[in-house]
């Protein structure tokens, strides 16, 4: 790929897109692709309707969360929407906990090798993970993500963690956000934000390069990204987008990412290298299967010595 940071100076952009993002799409001091959009992985997403009857609070720690999820059980509410027939989708709901666990700055360690995978704060994070599974949907391994979502909106379970292209699904199916449905971060992840985004580069060498380098400039431009957001669902990865195009819940993701601390989504493909993402992926699907939180730290941490060698 070739370097883009000329585009970004020279359009004056590096004061339109967060420090925190610029990190991120950088590689040894050079900038290599355009960010089109945001999303925000560290989500969880209640049923009102259900909260507000049983007298409930978005929980805003992982021990609330097990707390709630118990009050829910205990009536007969399945808590928590899971829906992993991609594991995925396990890996999305493990990111979020680990997050919430250890904190943005030894989450981003994970990545970077200033975290141990063997450490503390990841078997707590595993510990935790073993016990929100006991409260999901018997049924999560023949589900998809949305249809996990689709089990809050009818009422069968009561919340569900995913990124914000749930609220996008809300929405397609006649919900209006902060009536049918509510959201808060992921518990214990308040002020950061776990991001993702469909991002364009450019090839060397390719054979039109000019037409190539206008389509950044217009995926780049508050113009551009204004156009396309508000459809997709998701915010502009600039500062500066027109708020009036957005709805209630993009409002509050577009306050938190000019805010937050931003950290990269690995199951989306912002933390770590695909064959990394590959190899927790099959770690998490025998984890589930057997819950072995020692065996599984083991397997973390070999996976991520293999990785930064």
């Not at 999820?69 to 890996?91: E, K, M, Y």
């Not at 141990?116 to 016990?131: D, H, I, K, M, T």
């Not at 380098?213 to 780049?220: C, F, G, H, R, S």
């Not at 709805?247 to 990394?276: C, L, N």
């Amino acid at each position: 790929m070739e370097p883009i940071t000329f585009l970004f100076r020279d359009n004056g952009w590096l004061d339109d897109f967060p420090a925190g993002l610029i990190k991120i799409i950088s590689y040894k001091g050079e900038i290599y692709s355009v960010p089109v959009n945001i999303h925000r992985s560290n989500m969880l997403w209640y049923n009102k309707k259900i909260f507000a009857e049983s007298r409930l609070r978005p929980p805003r720690s992982i021990p609330e969360l097990l707390s709630v999820a118990d009050s829910l059980a205990r009536t007969g509410i399945t808590p928590l929407a899971l829906g992993d027939n991609g594991i995925w989708a396990s890996v999305h709901l493990l990111e979020s906990v680990l997050l919430g666990t250890m904190g943005p700055v030894k989450y981003q360690g994970l990545w970077s090798g200033t975290t141990s995978w063997s450490g503390p704060e990841v078997r707590e994070a595993l510990v935790q993970f073993a016990s929100l599974m006991k409260y999901v949907n018997t049924d999560h391994a023949a589900m998809s993500w949305d249809g996990a979502v689709q089990y809050v909106i009818d009422g069968k379970c009561a919340m569900t963690i995913m990124g914000d292209w749930a609220e996008g699904y809300f929405k397609a199916k006649g919900c209006t956000p902060g009536r049918e449905f509510g959201w808060a971060p992921s518990p214990g992840t308040q002020g950061s934000f776990l991001m993702l985004s469909d991002s364009f580069g450019l090839p060397r060498g390719a054979p039109d390069r000019d037409a190539a380098v206008e389509w950044l400039t217009v995926a780049a431009s508050r113009e551009g990204q204004d156009a396309f957001n508000p459809k997709k669902g998701s915010i502009p990865s600039r500062i500066d987008g027109d708020r009036s195009l957005y709805d209630i819940y993009q409002k509050s993701a577009m306050d938190s990412f000019r805010s937050d601390t931003i950290v990269p989504s690995v199951t989306h493909g912002a933390a770590a290298a695909e064959s990394w993402v590959n190899d927790i992926q099959d770690v998490i699907a025998l984890f589930i299967c057997d819950l072995n939180v020692g065996k599984a730290v083991a397997e973390l941490e070999r996976s991520a010595e293999a990785h930064r060698r």
